[in-house]
């Protein structure tokens, strides 16, 4: 039973339990600092959402070092390279001997989120999930607020700081007022149809294609588990990709002899470049897509989220140590790597798509540059310290 209204209070009210807001919460239990998640979902719809599935060499390592890596360093697959396929060729990106042997990690979003769930429930703190009419207030003053209801009855929670990490959709994000940030943004003409498969993989390494009937990505989440994307209209219907449909394009776009298997997921995601600036204002930071997205061809979504959390967390284990310099550069802090993976996000997007009306002009330069980081160590070295990921080093 949530106590009454006036009652709830905490250090840190986290809004959203995604990834960015479990690991937060997770990172401030650490810290002894006390947090309350409220997620607008229930624990089932959340470890059931399939999302991203490649961890950066410093997702991994942090993971570990906060207590979260024994089933991820158990079940995840390390990968050393990709391949990028491209004029009926494959060549491969090998980031061991690129990046001084850093490499990624295969592992699902969904898996994260429930190890995350499984510590928080370890600590007493699970999440308060199927709260509804979610409202922040008071950002300015030194005790914000979380409005809510839960079960009909309506809640609010005072706390010193409020963390957004309430996504793309979020409550958080609009509640700054307009003259306070800035957005930059850019929409893409195209989609990715997401497809999980109860199949082999049909590769060792992940093959990122270009071809001229769109882009197809072939992943993987296990050794009987294979992933796939497929470029497509930026609001097409999964009804229209029959399973024989989704085949048959993967197999033309992939120039592979694929496996097939039962599909068991298919779902398409709309496109989208957006940061807003700053991502703090008053007492709300805004963390992971709340206040970024990426379009996912780099793979950087959820790694930028556990990026801005980590500077979070460390930001308000110093507040509650008396330095709130760390609060302060939050922002500037978190845009550096926030950047650098939008222009390589972007970079990896307008690379491999095909756009639509798009003219011979743009589609030679394509080429160019993929002959050019398939042939050069420089270039794809560039490709290879973004994709693994920049560590600490931004
Ligand atoms: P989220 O995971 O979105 O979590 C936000 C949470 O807040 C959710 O649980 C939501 O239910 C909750 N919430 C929303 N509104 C409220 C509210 N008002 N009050 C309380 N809670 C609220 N990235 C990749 O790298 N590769 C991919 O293939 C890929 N595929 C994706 C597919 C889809 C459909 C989407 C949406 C994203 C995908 N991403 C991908 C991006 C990646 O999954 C995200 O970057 C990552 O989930 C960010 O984590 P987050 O915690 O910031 O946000
Ligand atoms: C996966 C998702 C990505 O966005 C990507 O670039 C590579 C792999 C995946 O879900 O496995």
Request: aromatic content about 8%; hydrophobic content about 40%.
């Amino acid at each position: 039973m949530i106590p009454n209204m006036s009652d709830m209070q905490t250090q840190v009210g986290i809004v959203g339990a995604g990834p960015a807001g479990l690991l937060l919460a997770h990172l401030l239990h650490g810290h002894g600092i006390a947090s309350v998640v409220l997620e607008t979902r229930s624990r089932a719809h959340i470890e059931r959402r399939i999302r991203a599935g490649v961890l950066e060499q410093g997702t991994v390592d942090l993971l570990i070092e906060c207590g979260l890596g024994e089933r991820m360093q158990r079940e995840g697959l390390v990968h050393h390279g990709i391949e990028l396929r491209f004029s009926g060729r494959g060549h491969r990106i090998d980031f061991s001997e690129l990046t001084d042997g850093r490499g990624i990690t295969v592992y699902g979003q969904q898996e994260v989120v429930k190890d995350l769930l499984a510590a928080r429930e370890a600590a007493g703190a699970l999440p308060r999930f199927e709260v509804a009419d979610v409202s922040v207030a008071d950002l300015e003053s030194d005790r914000p607020a979380v409005r809510f209801t839960y079960d009909g009855a309506e809640h609010e929670l005072r706390c010193d700081v409020i963390a957004g990490c309430d996504g793309s959709h979020g409550v958080c994000r609009p509640s700054i007022p307009d003259a306070a940030v800035t957005t930059y943004e850019r929409e893409y003409p195209f989609g990715w149809l997401g497809i999980l498969a109860e199949v082999a993989p049909s590769t060792e390494e992940l093959i990122y294609a270009r071809h001229e009937r769109g882009f197809a990505l072939h992943s993987m989440r296990s050794p009987e588990l294979s992933r796939f994307y497929l470029q497509c209209e930026p609001d097409a219907d999964p009804d229209d990709w029959p399973d024989a449909r989704i085949w048959e394009e993967l197999r033309i776009r992939l120039a592979l002899d694929l496996d097939e298997g039962p599909i068991i997921e298919k779902g398409v995601t709309p496109m989208r470049s957006y940061v807003v600036e700053p991502m703090q204002h008053g007492r709300l930071f805004l963390a992971g897509d709340a206040a970024h997205i990426v379009p996912p061809t780099g793979a950087k979504g959820l790694n930028l989220a556990v990026a801005d959390v980590r500077v979070l967390a460390a930001a308000l284990r110093d507040f509650y140590a008396g330095t709130d310099a760390g609060l302060g550069a939050y922002s500037d802090t978190c845009l550096r790597r926030v950047w650098r993976a939008e222009h390589f996000s972007w970079w990896m997007t307008s690379m491999l798509h095909r756009f639509p009306g798009g003219h011979g002009f743009e589609e030679k330069l394509q080429l160019s540059q993929l002959e050019y980081v398939a042939g050069s160590r420089a270039a794809a070295t560039t490709l290879a310290e973004n994709y693994v990921g920049l560590g600490q080093r931004i």
